[in-house]
């Protein structure tokens, strides 16, 4: 079955040190792959997202590859700053686009 | 353009008690949609999903229903609440006719509390 696996939290940064949340997949066929961003007490939005392998999603200064030899789909930003803590959930929609499965969040911390 | 509507944003309800929570779709037809719970520690749990009318799939056995009485209505509910049912509760839609490529779209959360 789909499934998705990323790295437990809590995260605590300071700002402008570099980020990396890993996460890995498994699922059949091709699926879109997906990272959103929850801020307290808010609902999900989405941050960026890839479709196909060796495809680069990039927002707001995070980025992450799709890379299907490893099913993988790291988060990464160059320097976090306080505005960036939250919970990231990685996520994958399967290639026939019915089921969309999360991972078990990231809790970012980021502190001045 | 497309909206999701979710309501109540809060709740607070006794154990044994009933519970509806509603979410609608506006901009779109024959959406997929979605309610996921969010406990804490415990990340977001796929509780039912629908791609139609009267379609419903439940992911996980537990004390909760789901129904689509229209197309753009989703609602989830129970019988008998327990303390165990306290958590973030959210509805998405994704549009079936874009395939696997389009993001699903959150609605801002129902925070329920089972006392």
């Known amino acids: 079955g789909n499934s998705v696996t990323q790295m437990e939290g809590p995260v605590t940064l300071s700002e402008e040190a570099f980020l990396t949340i890993n ?20 609902g999900l939005q989405l941050l960026l997202k890839a479709t196909k392998a060796d495809d680069k999603g990039s927002n707001k200064g995070f980025e992450a590859t799709y890379r299907k030899e490893t099913t993988s789909f790291h988060l990464e930003k160059g320097s976090v700053q ?31 | 353009s497309q909206t999701i509507h979710q309501w109540p944003a809060t709740l ?5 008690s009933p519970l509806s929570l509603e979410c609608t779709v506006e901009g779109t037809s024959n959406p997929n949609l979605y309610w996921y719970r969010q ?21 996980v056995p537990q004390n909760l229903s789901a129904s689509r009485p229209q197309d753009r209505q989703f ?15 959210l509805c998405a839609w994704t549009d079936p006719r874009t395939g696997r490529h389009l993001e699903a779209f959150f609605g801002q959360g129902t925070r329920l509390t089972v006392v």
């Open chain 2, 12 to 16: 607070v309800q006794p154990v044994g």
């Open chain 1, 23 to 42: 996460c890995t997949y498994t699922a059949t066929g091709y699926p879109s792959l997906f990272w959103y961003v929850q801020y307290p007490g808010e």
């Open chain 2, 75 to 89: 609602i989830l509910s129970s019988k008998k609440l327990l303390l165990s049912d306290s958590g973030f509760y």
């Open chain 2, 39 to 59: 406990a804490a520690g415990r990340g977001l749990q796929l509780l039912f999903y629908s791609v139609g009318i009267g379609q419903i799939s439940s992911e």
């Open chain 1, 82 to 112: 306080v505005s960036d803590s939250a919970v990231y959930f990685c996520a994958l929609r399967n290639q026939a686009g019915t089921a969309l499965i999360f991972g078990k969040g990231t809790t970012l911390s980021v502190s001045s």
